[in-house]
């Protein structure tokens, strides 16, 4: 088993940004036709993400001339170019299948306004301010609170008078 890992490190890819469903990606694609090879991008939400190591895959949807287009995309696949992680979406669900249904502007996500998406620049100061900072002196040291008071419910049928 550990044999067949380590066979497998060997494919996969480095390069992966963080993604995740709801987000919205641009995946550049190696297209060949005839004897040449170009690069197409294929732009939309992510609305699932399955499996892992060598077989794992996601599922991009994009409005194509007012028709949705999916796409089943393994994530370590030598046809892949790069991966661009446009913007980060707010979703509370792991698969986003119910967007099929929606149309218009009830398909849209709520999306995290903060993020921009980091330029190669931006990456490694990040990951050299990281680096250089300890992480002990980060972390703030929680005071102790006092222990809350219990509420003891009252009994309202004991209050009230007896009826005749």
């Known amino acids: 088993m550990e044999l067949l890992k ?3 490190q060997k494919y996969l890819k480095k390069n992966i940004p963080p993604f995740g469903p709801g987000d919205t990606v641009s995946v550049y694609l190696k297209v060949k036709e005839g004897g040449k090879e170009r690069v197409q991008v294929f732009r939309g939400v992510v609305i699932s993400r399955r499996g892992s190591g060598l077989g794992e895959s996601f599922i991009v949807r994009k ?3 007012g028709v949705g287009v999916e796409r089943v995309i ?3 696949s030598p046809s892949i170019d790069s991966i661009e992680v446009e ?3 707010n979703v509370r669900r792991a698969k ?3 967007l099929r249904k929606l ?3 009830k398909s849209r996500l709520k999306i995290f306004e903060e993020f921009i998406a980091p330029t ?3 990456k490694e100061a990040m990951v050299a301010e ?3 900072t300890p992480a002990a002196a980060e972390i703030p040291q929680k005071e102790k609170e006092e222990p809350k008071k219990s509420v003891t419910k009252r009994n309202k049928k004991a209050d009230k008078p007896a009826k005749k």
Do not use: D, N, Q
């Open 74 to 76: 393994p994530l370590h």
């Open 96 to 98: 986003l299948y119910f």
């Open 63 to 65: 409005i194509s001339f």
């Open 103 to 105: 149309r218009g502007r």
């Open 120 to 122: 190669e620049e931006e």
């Open 130 to 132: 990281a680096l250089s």
């Open 6 to 8: 380590l066979a497998e």
């Open 87 to 89: 913007t980060r979406g």
